[in-house]
């Protein structure tokens, strides 16, 4: 799985030029898609939304009993979606804590016109793949809260699901030449009572500080900002010019130091003791 997970950024980064010719949004917007690390806010409770079966929910129907891991994205997302979501999953399973007991999951699409059968079909598919038994309890799909919308790119977006990324610090916006939407990787843990307590970045992430982040929260402790480096690779962004440079400059540097420290880590290790060497 890690080497998959490994083989798929690196798609993803390579792809950075290939899209870049057609994208609409420039890079002065690129720059602004990120997380705004806003710990301690407080999410609204009556934000309306639909669930996997359709249904009127609000927000605060996923608060008060349990932390939650609160994911945003859109269910037709050609890769980052899946890959965070994907590496959320692998980290859950490694935890003594389940997914519908101790904490839950939700996943609000920003794509306004999504339907519930989107994300009736997402949760089947990460119900059996975590395996757990009464995991379907924990985890939530949910789309925009009106049933009918024209084209993506002529309409405006959805209140609940901005008001609920501005109250995260969840930036994106649509791009209309690529019609996808550039969105950070990466996902929010909240406590019980819906404030935000710490921010997981990328599309892995450690089985130890998930559960570490999961305990806290349950405790309603508030967590500390984090280091959000990893977004320049992972996250969805066709740049261009200057910045799409420095960031495809700094993968190679990156990639080039980690050979270097590879082969120092071989030649020490291929290297006789010294007790050896009398």
Known sequence: MMKTTLLSILFLCASVNFVAANS????????????DQKLNSHVSPDLVFRD?????VRFGDYLGKRPVVLILGYYQCP?????VLNGAMDSFRDLKWSVGKQFDVVFVSIDPAEQPALAAEKKAT???????LGSENGWHFLTAATTTRPARDLMPEDQSVQTLADEIGFRFAYDTGLKQFAH??????LTPDGKVAHYFFGVTFSPDEVAAALHEASAKKIGSPVQEFVLLCCEYSPLRGKYGNL????????GLVTLLALGMFFFRSLRPKPEALK
């Open 52 to 56: 996997e079966a359709g249904q009127s």
């Open 247 to 254: 960031v495809m400059a700094t993968v190679r540097v990156g």
């Open 126 to 132: 990460y119900v059996r793949v975590y395996g757990r």
């Open 79 to 83: 890769m980052l979606c899946s890959l």
């Open 184 to 189: 950070p990787s990466g996902f929010a843990v």
């Open 24 to 35: 609409s949004l420039t890079d002065t917007q690129l720059l602004q898609i990120k997380f």
